[in-house]
């Protein structure tokens, strides 16, 4: 049960990364948009008719900063991903063939993953000095948006960080199964005396 709950845990993470990765909504004015890998503008009051694009690879994005926001942002997803598919062959393997099938997520990956993504969250705003940016934002810089406030797609990576590095402190505590063993109780000392089953 408890490696099924850590398993739609990673799951869960792994799909917001991947939706807030996607959405053009990190920085927004009345007419454009734009995300870590695509981008939307649509016509003054009608919302409803955008036209996107997409970053195709790393030389399309405009900045510098940005492409390494860009890059540890994947690995963070990537490493998130990986995670999750561990959870779940765990969860999903028959008891006993499995060692670590309870403990609940490696915490090394998992935070290795929170790290990676934090890192990038912090470094995409220094895209906001590029030229791109500038263009959509009008007298955007470095960790200002200009006339750009902050979308749905930024709000949302940030909480998936966020939720990304408190999972490895919520781990199960370590379980181990105890040997049967018979008990004696002494009258005399009024304690227990543990001794190995013995087989007759």
Same mark, same amino acid.
Not at 55 to 82: C, E, T
């Given at each position: 049960? @408890?490696?099924?709950?850590?398993?739609?845990? %990673?799951?869960? /993470?792994?799909?917001?990364? &991947?939706?807030? $990765?996607? !959405?053009? +909504?990190?920085?927004?004015?009345?007419?454009?948009?734009?995300?870590?890998?695509?981008?939307?503008?649509?016509?003054?009051?009608?919302?409803?008719?955008?036209?996107?694009?997409?970053?195709?690879?790393?030389?399309?994005?405009?900045?510098?900063?940005?492409? @390494?926001?860009?890059?540890?942002?994947?690995? %963070?997803?990537? /490493?998130?991903?990986?995670? &999750?598919?561990? $959870?779940? !062959?765990? +969860?999903?393997?028959?008891?006993?063939?499995?060692?670590?099938?309870?403990?609940?997520?490696?915490?090394?990956?998992?935070?290795?993953?929170?790290?990676?993504?934090?890192?990038?969250?912090?470094?995409?705003?220094?895209?906001?000095?590029?030229?791109?940016?500038?263009?959509?934002?009008?007298?955007?810089?470095?960790?200002?948006?200009?006339?750009?406030?902050?979308?749905?797609?930024?709000?949302? +990576?940030?909480?998936?960080?966020?939720?990304?590095?408190?999972?490895?402190?919520?781990?199960?505590?370590?379980?181990?199964?105890?040997?049967?063993?018979?008990?004696?109780?002494?009258?005399?000392?009024?304690?227990?005396?543990?001794?190995?089953?013995?087989?007759?």
């Amino acid at each position: 049960m @408890v490696g099924s709950v850590w398993a739609a845990l %990673g799951l869960s /993470l792994t799909c917001v990364s &991947a939706v807030s $990765l996607v !959405s053009p +909504a990190w920085f927004q004015t009345t007419t454009f948009s734009f995300g870590v890998l695509t981008y939307c503008s649509w016509p003054q009051g009608d919302s409803w008719n955008q036209s996107c694009g997409t970053f195709q690879s790393l030389d399309d994005i405009p900045d510098f900063a940005w492409k @390494v926001s860009a890059a540890m942002l994947l690995g %963070g997803w990537l /490493l998130l991903a990986f995670n &999750a598919i561990l $959870l779940l !062959s765990w +969860a999903l393997a028959p008891k006993g063939r499995c060692p670590r099938r309870s403990s609940g997520p490696m915490p090394g990956v998992q935070a290795a993953a929170a790290i990676a993504t934090i890192m990038g969250l912090l470094v995409f705003p220094i895209g906001l000095a590029s030229p791109f940016a500038k263009e959509a934002c009008v007298a955007s810089s470095m960790y200002h948006g200009g006339q750009c406030q902050l979308g749905w797609g930024y709000v949302t +990576a940030i909480f998936n960080a966020g939720l990304a590095s408190l999972l490895p402190m919520m781990r199960r505590p370590h379980v181990t199964e105890v040997q049967r063993r018979t008990i004696f109780f002494s009258s005399d000392t009024d304690s227990i005396i543990l001794v190995p089953e013995t087989t007759t």
